[in-house]
């Protein structure tokens, strides 16, 4: 070995500390097709050690059909920087091991060649294959069972408004204090079924969504319709701010979804809000955008809890609760990915003895 290949063989030392580490199996041969380094990967792979193939043809290694291949890339080497092709490899056990390489020549014409094993990554391929059919049929198995589910719950709370609201009978204040509770426990059962159907609708990509222009005043006032009976039965103070500049600018939207949205942020807010504490809802100019916020004046959220606050089925305890109570995160989910669908993102802020803000930006007419 000349003294030319010593120093380079010494400069090779500099990066022999990272190969090691690979995950992928390395091989580095010299202008005459000799091995001058292989990592522990390759070893591993091949069952030779080290000492066995250092200085070995190159050659000596693959099976006939991978050699023409190999010939093939190398007459490339002239006009690619970089080859990848499949071969497969003879181990000292003679096993033949298919593999995926990807080659490249360096200035002083060695050749550094990084091995795949293809059984490995088509194991994983088949096993991300069978994780989706997986989830696919854990999906509609689910889907089925909530569809089951919102049959029966309907029928119930029928059954259960006709009784509270029939006349034909007394029924005693403790039965009636009963089936109240009841009747709105399968309303919360019913909404519950439709967010886990909403939710799967949307990550299937079966949700349809119906696009048109609306006016911004005309939304906020419809969602303050559906929940100022909610806001008054609880002694709110309630505030509606629209910037005057935006009332009759309208964008481009799925009006229900988009309601939909804004509802369950301020239906979270009422549940977490004392008595004559305060809620704003507030749409402002955000450059080209409309802001909507929802801001109260009570729920804190720690700051370590706000990444996972969007996740579905998360629980998010807030430290200034004292009733023990939890969000459950399905509905947040849903509102994230109704956003998602208007190039939108929820956001949120919160603040110790300050209270949280909702918020997101839409694109202006």
């Not at 092709?85 to 050749?111: D, G, M, R």
């Not at 049929?137 to 069972?145: G, L, M, N, P, Q």
């Not at 919102?150 to 059954?159: A, D, E, F, N, Q």
Request: with cysteine; charged share 30%; hydrophobic share 40%.
């Amino acid at each position: 070995m000349d003294e030319k290949s010593n120093i380079e063989l010494d400069n090779l030392e500099i990066y022999k500390q990272i190969v090691e580490h690979m995950n992928e199996s390395l091989w580095i041969w010299d202008e005459n097709n000799s091995t001058i380094f292989i990592n522990n990967v390759f070893c591993e792979l091949t069952w030779y050690s080290q000492d066995e193939i250092i200085w070995k043809n190159y050659y000596d290694f693959w099976d006939k059909e991978s050699i023409e291949v190999i010939n093939e890339n190398n007459s490339k080497k002239k006009n690619l920087d970089k080859v990848k092709y499949e071969a497969t490899i003879k181990s000292k056990s003679w096993e033949l091991v298919p593999v995926l390489c990807s080659w490249t020549s360096t200035q002083n014409n060695w050749t550094v060649l990084i091995i795949s094993n293809l059984k490995e990554l088509k194991s994983l391929k088949q096993a991300e294959i069978d994780l989706i059919k997986i989830n696919r049929t854990k999906d509609e198995f689910i889907s089925i069972v909530w569809h089951e589910l919102r049959t029966p719950l309907t029928s119930i709370r029928w059954y259960l408004s006709m009784i509270l609201e029939w006349d034909m009978w007394k029924i005693n204040e403790e039965v009636t204090k009963s089936l109240k509770h009841t009747y709105t426990s399968s309303i919360r059962l019913i909404n519950l079924v439709n967010d886990v159907l909403s939710i799967g609708k949307i990550e299937s990509g079966k949700m349809e969504f119906y696009m048109k222009d609306i006016k911004i005043k005309d939304l906020a006032k419809s969602v303050y319709r559906d929940i100022h009976l909610e806001i008054e039965k609880k002694w709110i103070w309630f505030n509606l701010d629209i910037d005057s500049n935006l009332e009759f600018i309208e964008i481009n939207t799925d009006k229900d979804k988009l309601k939909q949205v804004l509802l369950n942020l301020l239906t979270n807010a009422l549940k977490f809000t004392k008595e004559w504490w305060n809620i704003t809802f507030k749409i402002s100019k955000n450059s080209s955008k409309a802001r909507f916020e929802i801001i109260d004046t009570w729920v804190w959220i720690p700051k370590d809890k706000l990444d996972i606050l969007f996740n579905k089925f998360s629980q998010v305890e807030s430290s200034m609760q004292r009733q023990n109570t939890s969000w459950l995160g399905l509905w947040l989910a849903i509102s994230k990915s109704v956003l998602k669908e208007f190039n939108s993102e929820i956001k949120v802020e919160s603040e110790l003895d300050v209270g949280s803000n909702f918020y997101f930006d839409l694109e202006l007419k």
